[in-house]
């Protein structure tokens, strides 16, 4: 993580006038994650995705399954702890296939950050027992890589 967060300290530096999403303006970020589609609550997800308050104008974004939802407290400390606030996109039971609507969303919204770390899979094993293959969990993980990749610095 410590190395993630110091490439995304050097692409700001670098002159990139972005340290955040597409827009440093925090209410204007913060009007763009309003809008992010986020339904069916039902006790398995995080609290809806929003920007962080106004004290950061660098963050990343986390998303993830129940690992992730159950960790956020601890994650979001380490995050700030580092100068950095986190945006977390996080639901209990999520694959892989989920992950990759989240990007697609994320993408179309204008909400594609400049660090996105990823902590999806195991549920795809879990719940496609007797229909997963090496080759389809394979598939996946290459489409969410490519996905992520539309953002400078990206963890899986």
Same mark, same amino acid.
């Given at each position: 993580?410590?190395? &993630?967060?110091?490439?995304?300290?050097?692409? &700001?530096?670098?002159?990139?006038?972005?340290? +955040?999403?597409?827009?440093?303006? &925090?209410?204007?970020?913060?009007?763009?994650?309003?809008?992010?589609?986020?339904?069916?609550?039902?006790?398995?997800?995080?609290?809806?995705?929003?920007?962080?308050?106004?004290?950061?104008?660098?963050?990343?974004?986390?998303? +993830?399954?129940?690992?992730?939802?159950?960790?956020?407290?601890?994650?979001?400390?380490?995050?700030?702890?580092?100068?950095?606030?986190?945006?977390?996109?996080?639901?209990?039971?999520?694959?892989?296939?989920?992950?990759?609507?989240?990007?697609?969303?994320?993408?179309?919204?204008?909400?594609?950050?400049?660090?996105?770390?990823?902590?999806?899979?195991?549920?795809?094993?879990?719940?496609?027992?007797?229909?997963?293959?090496?080759?389809?969990?394979?598939?996946?993980?290459?489409?969410?890589?490519?996905?992520?990749?539309?953002?400078?610095?990206?963890?899986?």
């Amino acid at each position: 993580l410590e190395s &993630a967060l110091q490439r995304v300290r050097d692409h &700001a530096a670098a002159g990139s006038a972005d340290s +955040g999403t597409a827009s440093t303006d &925090a209410s204007a970020a913060s009007r763009r994650w309003s809008s992010y589609p986020w339904t069916r609550p039902d006790g398995k997800e995080c609290p809806r995705p929003a920007a962080p308050a106004g004290k950061h104008d660098r963050y990343v974004v986390v998303l +993830g399954d129940s690992l992730v939802r159950n960790a956020r407290g601890l994650i979001g400390q380490q995050l700030e702890a580092r100068g950095f606030g986190a945006i977390f996109v996080c639901w209990g039971g999520k694959q892989t296939t989920w992950g990759i609507e989240q990007i697609r969303t994320m993408s179309s919204l204008g909400l594609l950050p400049r660090c996105l770390v990823i902590n999806l899979g195991t549920n795809d094993l879990k719940l496609d027992r007797g229909h997963q293959t090496p080759a389809v969990l394979q598939s996946r993980l290459t489409q969410l890589l490519r996905l992520a990749k539309q953002c400078p610095v990206s963890l899986l």
